[in-house]
């Protein structure tokens, strides 16, 4: 059985995790693991881990992860701890917690810069173009 | 009237013979004959002549033709022969009759052996009255004609008191007395056509009763049940007019609120749809809403992979690396081989392990712990991002169909937000509350009118089969009225009859009373005048019963103590009394009329008898034994009218001569 471990967030991202959830329609819906997952795969994708500099406990915990989200985490574990980062689920969370940091921060930075509409819009057309991306690389 | 003449041609055993009665003081005529010296067919012969009848024939002349036998026997076969009666009488008024009958004969050969030779055929009869006024004029009368004639001398149904046998006198009041009175007293009172119309009546009446015993009870059946449907039908037009004014309202209230909503919208219907349409708005923009977040949903969660794509492809590869290089842990739970190890028995087909099998398991649990921590970390994640990737496939698909639904709820949304506007726009500028109130009413008369209609219909439909029934009815009443009329006209007629018997019944009741005590007067008048005992007998009457009697001077009745000749005497009264009540004063023809007086009373019937013939014709036919002693002697004296009647040597013609 895996260990639960708390993942916790930087004090200063609760009230970002607040707004947005608050103010932008696309997360809205979305629980706190749920928001902190795309908040760390946003902080990998721009590569952008940030040490936290006061540690929010409250946020989630591991054993709230769906295993979806657990096989991401150790996705990005073995990218950025090497693989044997995968027997290291603190570390593992760790990591997380750094990119978590980063990307919520450029996310808000990124929502800020435009108007909510057009986030939306151009973060749907982004995706299309992901979309057929991978999909062009699979089929060729 | 009295008899002047009568002649007798070939009737019976008078073939020639022609009797004058001529009139004396005492108009008395006198007859002496043997027994069948044709004595009785002289009455025979009046009888006959005038009424067609011959009541006081004989059997010994029943058995013989009416034609005289000599004639008969002297007649050539074929030849023609003829019997006449012919009677003159002259009347009050001095006018003469001659009545006629006559009867001809062809005489035709008898074939039947052992009978006679020569049959009389009846060829032809013919009765006539021949009317001689005084001034010389005369009259003939055939048939029913000249038989009236004679009803008015002496009428067929009394004739018997004024032809008679002498046994009449003695027997008339010692059989059926009552009886004898009260059908004499009818037969004079002429009630008897009275009586035979209270038959004929009775007849009808008893007809009629039973007719009024069958009418028809359904009429007042009938009657109530028709009496109902019309009073259903009545209710019924009743509700139908009712009907036909709130349509007729209904129609004129539309008609005016129609001018007022003309240029009006029809706030309450529009007003219905604005709802309707905001209703569907608002479910629109929920289902839309729905599916924008779980468009939202979609997009975070590929959004979120999209950030991790690349950590999927490079674990995926190491996966793949691992396996090809059998790094990976077999594709087994190492739980079931190790429980299977300790039981023996393989838990998923079920197979006791034998030893091969074992050995095999052994293996594979070995492997299993020879592998590194990092391939079962890889092993775990192995699934979940096969089917995040399997997942991410159908992004496209599934925001795609989203976003259309989402388009398609916006069109949806954007025409209802039109509808909406242009109601709005209708509703502006109206005094929507008024407008309101006219649809309102406008919708309940229209209601209204349309309810009234199908119930006008109904009614209509209603009042008709009622009316069908009605004139079902209608037709059965009559019928039954037909019955019932005739019921009524039966009734009247009933009552006509019932009245007019009462009257026949009291008419004949006062008459023949009347008849009854003018006869009794009469004939106490009569038996007085006639009777030789002065003082013995007080009076004679005739009670309600019709029972005669004669009163003692004692004060006791008589009638059963008087002598045969008295009681002859009473009978002869009580004839003559007829006579002069009937008003019919015809001639007195007794054949043997005392017969049956003893020797000592003989000369007081011939007082009486010649005191009669003081005031009417007398004709008596005596026998020679009765004809003798006092009673020839009283009567010799006061009349030449005296024949003798004789038998000629054939004993087939009888012969007259003066006595």
Redesign the interface.
């Known amino acids: 059985m895996p260990e639960d471990i708390i993942i916790g967030i930087d004090n200063a991202d609760v009230p970002l995790y607040e707004k947005l959830k608050k103010e932008v329609l696309l997360f809205g819906d979305q629980g706190n693991t749920e928001l902190l997952m795309f908040a760390i795969g946003y902080g990998y994708k721009h590569n952008k881990p940030l040490p936290l500099r006061a540690k929010y406990s409250g946020f989630t915990r591991t054993k709230y992860l769906k295993p979806d989200d657990l096989a991401l985490l150790k996705a990005l574990a073995l990218q950025v701890g090497g693989i044997e980062t995968l027997k290291d689920q603190s570390r593992m969370v760790e990591i997380a917690e750094k990119y978590a940091h980063g990307g919520i921060q450029l996310l808000m930075q990124e929502i800020g810069s435009s108007s909510l509409d057009s986030f939306e819009i151009d973060f749907e057309l982004s995706l299309s173009q992901h979309y057929d991306t991978i999909t062009n690389v699979q089929n060729s | 009237m009295r008899i002047e003449k009568i002649v007798f041609k070939n009737y019976r055993q008078l073939r020639d013979l022609q009797i004058l009665f001529e009139k004396t003081p005492n108009d008395l005529h006198v007859f002496v004959a043997q027994n069948g010296a044709a004595k009785t067919n002289i009455l025979n012969g009046i009888n006959w002549c005038l009424y067609d009848e011959e009541p006081h024939l004989s059997k010994e002349s029943e058995a013989l033709p009416k034609l005289n036998l000599n004639v008969i026997q002297e007649s050539k076969i074929g030849s023609e022969q003829s019997i006449c009666v012919q009677l003159y009488v002259r009347a009050t008024d001095k006018r003469l009759f001659i009545c006629s009958r006559t009867q001809r004969f062809k005489i035709n050969e008898n074939t039947e052996i052992g009978a006679a030779k020569k049959l009389p055929w009846l060829s032809s009869v013919d009765f006539a009255v021949t009317r001689m006024e005084p001034d010389g004029n005369s009259c003939i009368y055939h048939g029913e004609e000249a038989q009236q004639w004679v009803e008015r001398f002496v009428p067929r149904n009394i004739r018997e008191f004024y032809f008679f046998d002498g046994e009449r006198l003695d027997t008339y009041f010692k059989d059926a007395t009552a009886k004898n009175i009260y059908l004499t007293v009818n037969k004079i009172s002429g009630s008897d056509d009275l009586r035979s119309i209270h038959r004929k009546l009775s007849i009808i009446k008893d007809e009629i009763a039973r007719f009024l015993g069958r009418s028809n009870p359904a009429v007042e059946r009938i009657n109530e049940e028709l009496n109902n449907t019309r009073g259903s039908i009545g209710s019924k037009i009743g509700e139908k007019e009712k009907c036909q004014v709130a349509i007729n309202e209904a129609d004129y209230e539309i008609s005016q609120l129609d001018e007022k909503v003309k240029n009006s919208p029809d706030v309450q219907t529009l007003k219905n749809k604005l709802d309707d349409l905001e209703k569907r708005r608002v479910d629109k923009e929920a289902l839309q809403l729905r599916k924008?977040?779980e468009k939202?949903?979609i997009?975070?969660d590929?959004?979120?992979?999209?950030?991790?794509?690349?950590?999927?492809v490079?674990?995926n590869e190491?996966i793949r690396e691992k396996e090809t290089k059998k790094e990976m842990p077999p594709p087994i739970d190492e739980d079931i081989l190790i429980k299977a190890l300790r039981v023996g028995v393989c838990e998923l087909c079920e197979r006791d392990l034998d030893d091969k099998s074992r050995q095999h398991i052994d293996k594979l649990v070995y492997r299993f712990h020879t592998i590194n921590?990092?391939a079962q970390?890889?092993k775990?994640?192995k699934?979940?991002?096969y089917?995040?990737e399997k997942k991410?496939?159908l992004?496209?698909k599934t925001?795609s169909d989203l976003t259309l639904i989402i388009k398609d709820y916006n069109t949806d949304l954007d025409k209802i937000e039109s509808e909406i506007t242009d109601i709005k726009n209708k509703l502006q500028g109206h005094d929507l509350e008024e407008v309101k109130t006219w649809y309102s009413k406008l919708k309940t008369y229209k209601e209204a009118r349309d309810f009234n209609k199908e119930k006008l219909g109904g009614l209509k439909q209603e009042i008709d089969r009622l009316e069908k029934e009605a004139a079902k009815l209608e037709r059965a009443l009559e019928e039954e009225a037909r019955k019932q009329s005739e019921v009524k006209e039966a009734e009247t007629k009933l009552r006509f009859i019932s009245a007019a018997l009462g009257v026949i019944d009291e008419v004949v009741k006062n008459v023949a009373k009347s008849i009854k005590n003018k006869i009794e007067e009469a004939t106490n008048v009569l038996f007085k005048n006639m009777m030789w005992k002065k003082n013995t007998y007080e009076k004679i009457y005739i009670d309600d019963d019709y029972n005669i009697n004669v009163m003692h001077v004692d004060g006791y009745r008589s009638f059963g103590s008087m002598s045969g000749a008295e009681g002859e005497a009473l009978a002869l009264s009580f004839t003559l009394a007829l006579h002069k009540i009937s008003g019919f004063e015809g001639p007195l023809l007794i054949d043997t009329p005392v017969a049956r007086v003893d020797d000592d009373n003989r000369k007081n019937m011939g007082n009486v008898l010649l005191s009669i013939s003081s005031q009417k014709q007398v004709i008596l036919l005596f026998t020679p034994v009765e004809y003798t002693g006092s009673i020839k002697t009283v009567l010799e004296l006061k009349t030449n009218n005296k024949y003798k009647l004789v038998m000629d040597g054939s004993e087939r013609e009888t012969k007259m001569e003066a006595l």
């Open positions: 924008q977040k939202r949903n997009l975070f590929y959004g979120k992979i999209s950030f991790y794509w690349p950590l999927i490079k674990m190491l921590e990092v970390q890889l775990h994640v699934d979940p991002l089917d995040i991410s496939m992004y496209k925001v």
